[in-house]
């Protein structure tokens, strides 16, 4: 787990200098390093959206994929900390995150989902939307999200998670 001081320090670099592009790269390049500094060790696997497409995912894994115009937007940030504080109970749903922090990046998910500015998508083992939050969600919501799912009722029946 990142220590709360991680964050505050992206949130005080982007207050300091908002206004001139070089603070903005430096801001950037921080949020990053967070973000490198939660994925590690974690237990949840986080992939980049440039990377992956959807449809490989098909009744293998449930996808929670985090949108963000930068990653030194506080809330995909807060996201990726409460994601990966409980990645036991994303891993006992086949859970996998995908990142996607550029706006411009034309990423599939980016395309197909059509986010505006922070999103986090919930998509099922189906390859449906499951859900949508314009806001970070705890991982025990969304763990309750996806245990209401009648295919996460079905493996709950059947033994298999």
Known sequence: ?????????????????????????????????????????????????ADVEIDDFLWVNRLVIVFSDTPADPRFTRQLEML????????????????????????PARARLRPRGFSMVLIGKDGEVDLRKPFPWDVRELSRSIDKTPLRQQEIRDGSR
Do not use: F, H, Y
């Open 84 to 107: 990966t504080a409980r990645p036991a109970d994303l891993a006992t749903r086949d859970v996998v995150v995908i990142v996607d922090t550029d706006r411009n990046s034309g990423s």
């Open 1 to 49: 787990m990142v220590a709360p001081d991680a964050a505050t320090a992206v949130g005080r670099a982007a207050e300091a200098a908002a206004d001139t592009d070089a603070a903005r790269t430096e801001i950037a390049t921080e949020a990053e390093a967070v973000v490198s500094e939660l994925a590690p060790g974690s237990g949840v696997p986080l992939l980049d959206a």
